[in-house]
């Protein structure tokens, strides 16, 4: 929508081929509804490190600021929240609107029900074939199919083929900011419970950074938002590594100290509180019958180690259905990072998610999705 947008205002015709019967599908399902639509810090450190001369050069093309200017001139009032950026209106929906409307102004066309399988290159540009046998041919061709990510939104991995068969090397695509596969009796035990935890991956013993925020115990695992922060990082080992040796390393008493929790647990000892009561006040009542066990086998120093390092194995993530990012894609080494375009096919751009760049929670997959959108537009 955007490289569309960007390319229209330069005054040259512009069509949208659109897989569905709508425009920015996933869009509307961003940031709960709520569509978190950019970061404050918007930089190339939160990508990941192959990605980050390309985004380098694409937020110095359009960075943070044009993004804000780009949204405020199509009506959009937004504001922030610990660094990240949504609508006032608190709607995905006034999103995907404005740009919407600008398309239509600018007079884009855009054909729906576009499901693109195969693009030729000819003498004088391309020829996309639809799946319906509909074809069409274009001068110069921007690739934003994105992801694999929530099929029923439109982008199925589709773009990765496409791009495949036009010689693009393909970064295997895993599922990131995806829930976690745990197989503990206390995930099954606490399904629906959320605390405020910190943990770290486990990689083959390698320790990874302390992650703090939600952790909500499921049928299958674990997720919530610290568990989605720390997916990248799990999905890439054993979905791309295929690593089998994977755990979280879980401190489900982050306010505490190990000295303070042990001390207090041993003066409640000394008290004379039951097992299923010693951690009544500092963990939710569910949990405080779940480690009732614990407490009836450990002494109160031995609890509180454990409890401050809960070793979780992982054995898979939950898949495309439940991720809101892929990692992987078309490898940034093939793009010219100034025009994104294609180094292997010329007059082919590629931009959004179906380039190999992973931007961390907050606002910076759709914050590079609009900007490389308005470079590859402005080329
Ligand atoms: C549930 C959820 C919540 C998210 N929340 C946030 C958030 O709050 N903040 C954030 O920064 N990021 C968020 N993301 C990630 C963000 O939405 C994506 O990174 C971003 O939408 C990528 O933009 P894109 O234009 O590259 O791809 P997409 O938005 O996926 O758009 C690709 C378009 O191409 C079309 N298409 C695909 N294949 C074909 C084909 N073969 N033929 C024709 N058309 C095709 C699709 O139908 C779609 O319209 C979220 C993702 C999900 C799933």
């Known amino acids: ?103 239509k102004r600018l007079g884009v066309q855009v054909e729906y029900g576009f499901d693109c399988v195969s693009i030729q290159k000819t003498q004088t540009g391309f020829s996309l074939g639809a799946a319906d046998g509909k074809q069409q041919t274009g001068h110069s061709l921007i690739l934003t199919g994105g992801g694999s990510t929530y099929p029923s939104f439109g982008s199925d991995g589709s773009g990765y083929k496409l791009a495949s068969s036009l010689g693009h090397r393909i970064i295997k695509p895993v599922p990131s900011t995806v829930p976690l596969v745990v197989k503990d009796p206390l995930c099954h035990l606490l399904q629906g419970q959320r605390i405020i935890a910190r943990a770290q991956s486990r990689i083959q013993g390698k320790i990874g950074n302390p992650v703090d925020g939600e952790l909500l115990f499921t049928k299958y695992g674990l997720s919530g938002s610290l568990i989605l922060d720390i997916s990248q990082e799990i999905s890439l080992a054993i979905n791309r590594l295929n690593i089998k040796d994977v755990s979280l390393e879980t401190d489900l008493i982050p306010f505490m100290e190990q000295k303070q929790l042990e001390t207090e647990l041993t003066n409640r000892h000394k008290m004379g509180l039951t097992p299923e009561d010693m951690l009544t006040g500092i963990l939710p009542g569910k949990l405080c019958l779940a480690f009732k066990q614990l407490f009836e086998k450990e002494n109160p120093s031995k609890a509180a180690v454990k409890l401050k390092n809960w070793r979780f194995e992982v054995s898979g993530t939950r898949g495309w259905n439940e991720a809101e990012f892929t990692a992987g894609g078309i490898d940034t080494k093939e793009v010219d990072p100034q025009t994104l375009e294609s180094k292997l096919v010329k007059g082919l751009y590629l931009a959004g998610e179906v380039l190999d760049v992973n931007g961390k929670r907050g606002g910076y997959n759709l914050g590079f999705a609009w900007a490389s959108g308005y470079v590859a537009g402005l080329s």
């Open 1 to 103: 929508m955007v490289a569309s947008i960007s390319k229209a205002r330069r005054g040259e015709p512009v069509m949208i081929l659109e897989k569905t019967a709508q425009l920015g599908k996933k869009i509307l399902a961003s940031g709960n509804g709520r569509c978190n639509l950019l970061n404050e810090a918007l930089d190339s450190s939160s990508y990941n490190p192959e990605a980050r001369p390309l985004v380098n050069s694409v937020f110095s093309r359009f960075g943070r600021d044009d993004i804000l200017t780009f949204f405020s001139e199509l009506g959009l009032h937004y504001y922030s929240q610990d660094g990240r950026i949504f609508p006032f209106t608190n709607q995905a929906a006034s999103v995907q609107k404005v740009l919407a409307l600008e398309i």
